[in-house]
């Protein structure tokens, strides 16, 4: 399958600063980026679509200032977690997925931590 | 409105087979995906169905009936490493993820 690079795998920062996190497709042309948020033993909720060239689609309940997505290129989206605070630790999932594609590919995931 | 229900845990012998079910109500469908979850780490894609009947692929076979909004998962020969969650998920007609909570299934020797 195709391949999606999600980096970096582990944060680690202070309350109050912003973190970012990159995620690149590198075999294939990604027209559409999902970003989603884990906590433990749950399952998978989507925070955000974007399209390349778009502004991003956010889910509801999602703050948009907060959470900034940009998808500039067809090979990288990034989320950026503004002024971060403890609650905003969780484990961050993008997905990518092709123009003629079905199936979305994963990053390996970013486990945020912020103290 | 939108619903994937899958059992919250399921325990199984290895060497053994077992069946995790997902039903499920959506708007629209665009075909049904399992993807395996081991803690920690990120999904990895297992099996898509879009039309109805049984899709084996090595140990793990996925089955689809729209008519019943219902699918499983079937994993032969168990092995320990096949402990994680098992997570079903709808395209609905947006083209949209519906992702069920996920099965944690334990593999006992």
């Known amino acids: 399958g195709a391949v999606v690079s999600q980096h970096p795998s582990r944060v680690i920062c202070k309350s109050g600063t912003s973190v970012k996190i990159e995620c690149r497709s590198l075999?294939?042309?990604?027209?559409?980026m999902f970003w989603y948020r884990q906590f433990p033993k749950k399952s998978l909720m989507l925070m955000a679509t974007?399209?390349?060239?778009?502004?991003?689609?956010?889910e509801q309940g999602v703050e948009k200032d907060k959470f900034l997505i940009n998808h500039a290129s067809l090979t990288l989206s990034t989320l950026t977690v503004t002024s971060a605070h403890p609650e905003d630790s969780s484990f961050y999932i993008c997905?990518?997925?092709?123009?003629?594609?079905?199936?979305?590919?994963f990053g390996q995931g970013t486990r945020l931590t912020v103290v | 409105g939108q619903n994937i229900d899958q059992p919250t845990e399921m325990t199984a012998t290895e060497g053994a087979i077992v069946q995790i079910n997902c039903t499920y109500q959506?708007?629209?469908?665009?075909?049904l995906f399992w993807y395996q979850q081991h803690a920690g780490e990120a999904p990895t894609f297992l099996s898509y169905?879009?039309l109805d009947g049984l899709e084996e692929k090595g140990r793990f076979s996925s089955f689809l009936s729209r008519s019943k909004g219902y699918s499983y998962l079937l994993l032969k020969e168990l092995q320990m490493k096949d402990s994680a969650s098992y997570l079903c998920?709808?395209?609905?007609?947006?083209?949209?993820?519906?992702w069920g909570a996920g099965t944690k299934l334990i593999i006992k020797p």
């Open positions: 959506t708007s629209g469908f665009n075909g």
């Open positions: 075999d294939f042309q990604a027209t559409t």
């Open positions: 998920a709808v395209m609905d007609s947006n083209y949209q993820l519906i």
């Open positions: 974007s399209n390349e060239g778009s502004k991003a689609t956010y």
């Open positions: 169905n879009v």
């Open positions: 997905s990518a997925r092709g123009e003629a594609d079905t199936e979305a590919f």
